[in-house]
């Protein structure tokens, strides 16, 4: 079993920046394969970002590529999202997602793990 734990949500203007961070306790994190989704109300859960078991591979939505950036810290056990330029499409409940598998993975039912969410508002 593995239980992922996300933080660093929160209230930001257009055009900030936010860092969620995603922690990972339970089977050994460097297998897996991890990635970051989002929901917005009345929407569907959407594909954001996804990095490899070693970081050596990232996959980005184009609603976030060049703005977002996801990485890894397999020694802290500890995905990250680096959000910049930040606009109001991007509110949402933001989710991070986490599979024992050696390729990246995109879509949401590809994942095992899941963490509980954090809530980013982007105001106008």
């Known amino acids: 079993q593995v239980q992922l734990v996300e933080s660093g949500g929160g209230l930001v203007q257009v055009g900030g920046s936010l860092r969620l961070s995603c922690a990972a306790s339970?089977?050994?994190?460097?297998?897996?394969?991890m990635g970051w989704f989002r929901q917005a109300p009345g929407k569907e859960r959407e594909f954001v970002a996804a990095?490899?078991?070693?970081?050596?591979?990232?996959y980005y939505a184009d609603s976030v590529k060049g703005r977002f950036t996801i990485s890894r810290d397999n020694a802290k056990n500890t995905v990250y999202l680096q959000m910049n330029s930040l606009k109001p499409e991007d509110t949402a409940v933001y989710y991070c997602?986490?599979?024992?598998?050696?390729?990246?993975?995109?879509?949401?039912?590809?994942?095992?793990?899941w963490g509980q969410g954090t809530q980013v508002t982007v105001s106008s």
């Open positions: 997602a986490g599979r024992d598998h050696r390729v990246v993975l995109t879509a949401p039912s590809e994942y095992e793990y």
């Open positions: 339970g089977r050994t994190f460097s297998n897996y394969a």
């Open positions: 990095i490899k078991w070693s970081g050596g591979g990232t």
